[in-house]
């Protein structure tokens, strides 16, 4: 009998619990989105008013971007010009992904590959990739090839350096857990210390792909005649067409915002979710 009013307290609450936590997931999806706007609107108007008020006839104000960017899609340049700094850094993302995240995996693993590859890596993780400018073109000539050369070099050594510190940091019980059920080392490999470590690899796959974007901008602006890297530095000598150089920059930090929120995406899949502790 003491136990019955309990119970449908527990039921009946249960409702409004779930009524309570889902608005204020709400709230947050809603704050989530109105403050990045709120805080861009006053950017735009700050940018506006400082250019007018500054009585410069160089810097453009946020209308004449936008008339940039309309001339841009009129001619056709826009979408070419996304398409291949895109084109670009998917390949030497892919390239420096299947690379690293193994690689890192092994080196982590293996205590003696890491003594022996891992001062190698120390060496040329420190080198920026646009001092290897030169030494892509030589290699590749003025061509798709060098800056996704490039890419791969600005973004292979954060993806296995983070795959190394991931396995090495990885919580020993996992592994005995795993050893106890008599799992072979491939399995253990693919079930435990892949899964272990998937949320810190995904966080140095998002760093390695900010760079990688800095990178191939930079890397337009020398080795290749086309994509916003490109863009900016014609547009800069061709007339000094400076709305066009802020309208590229512009496009890629919306670019650069959209390729950080589609590798955070990889945060909600179950295998990876319980690696973050603010994810419910």
């Given at each position: 009998?003491?136990?019955?009013?309990?119970?449908?307290?527990?039921?009946?609450?249960?409702?409004?619990?779930?009524?309570?936590?889902?608005?204020?997931?709400?709230?947050?999806?809603?704050?989530?989105?109105?403050?990045?706007?709120?805080?861009?609107?006053?950017?735009?108007?700050?940018?506006?008013?400082?250019?007018?008020?500054?009585?410069?006839?160089?810097?453009?104000?946020?209308?004449?971007?936008?008339?940039?960017?309309?001339?841009?899609?009129?001619?056709?340049?826009?979408?070419?010009?996304?398409?291949?700094?895109?084109?670009?850094?998917?390949?030497?993302?892919?390239?420096?992904?299947?690379?690293?995240?193994?690689?890192?995996?092994?080196?982590?693993?293996?205590?003696?590959?890491?003594?022996?590859?891992?001062?190698?890596?120390?060496?040329?993780?420190?080198?920026?990739?646009?001092?290897?400018?030169?030494?892509?073109?030589?290699?590749?000539?003025?061509?798709?090839?060098?800056?996704?050369?490039?890419?791969?070099?600005?973004?292979?050594?954060?993806?296995?350096?983070?795959?190394?510190?991931?396995?090495?940091?990885?919580?020993?019980?996992?592994?005995?857990?795993?050893?106890?059920?008599?799992?072979?080392?491939?399995?253990?490999?693919?079930?435990?210390?892949?899964?272990a470590c998937l949320p810190q690899i995904i966080t140095g796959l998002r760093i390695a792909l900010g760079i990688a974007?800095?990178?191939?901008?930079?890397?337009?602006?020398?080795?290749?005649?086309?994509?916003?890297?490109?863009?900016?530095?014609?547009?800069?000598?061709?007339?000094?067409?400076?709305?066009?150089?802020?309208?590229?920059?512009?496009?890629?930090?919306?670019?650069?915002?959209?390729?950080?929120?589609?590798?955070?995406?990889?945060?909600?899949?179950?295998?990876?979710?319980?690696?973050y502790a603010n994810k419910s």
């Open positions: 009998m003491n136990g019955a009013p309990r119970t449908e307290v527990i039921l009946t609450a249960t409702p409004a619990v779930a009524g309570r936590q889902a608005g204020a997931r709400g709230k947050r999806d809603w704050l989530g989105v109105a403050l990045p706007c709120g805080v861009g609107i006053l950017l735009l108007v700050v940018w506006d008013v400082s250019v007018r008020i500054s009585g410069s006839d160089l810097f453009p104000t946020p209308l004449d971007v936008a008339k940039a960017i309309v001339e841009l899609i009129e001619h056709g340049l826009l979408l070419k010009y996304m398409v291949a700094s895109l084109f670009r850094v998917s390949w030497g993302f892919a390239l420096a992904t299947v690379v690293g995240v193994p690689s890192g995996l092994v080196l982590g693993w293996y205590g003696r590959a890491a003594q022996a590859f891992n001062p190698m890596i120390q060496v040329l993780r420190p080198i920026s990739p646009i001092a290897w400018i030169p030494v892509a073109i030589l290699w590749f000539g003025v061509s798709d090839a060098a800056p996704i050369f490039l890419i791969f070099l600005a973004s292979v050594f954060p993806i296995t350096v983070s795959a190394m510190a991931a396995v090495q940091n990885m919580q020993p019980v996992y592994v005995r857990a795993a050893k106890n059920f008599g799992l072979s080392e491939w399995e253990l490999f693919r079930q435990v210390i892949l899964r974007w800095l990178v191939v901008v930079a890397a337009e602006m020398i080795a290749v005649n086309s994509g916003l890297g490109f863009l900016i530095i014609d547009a800069r000598n061709a007339g000094k067409r400076y709305d066009l150089v802020v309208a590229g920059m512009l496009l890629i930090g919306l670019i650069g915002l959209g390729l950080d929120l589609l590798v955070r995406k990889l945060e909600n899949f179950d295998e990876v979710r319980w690696g």
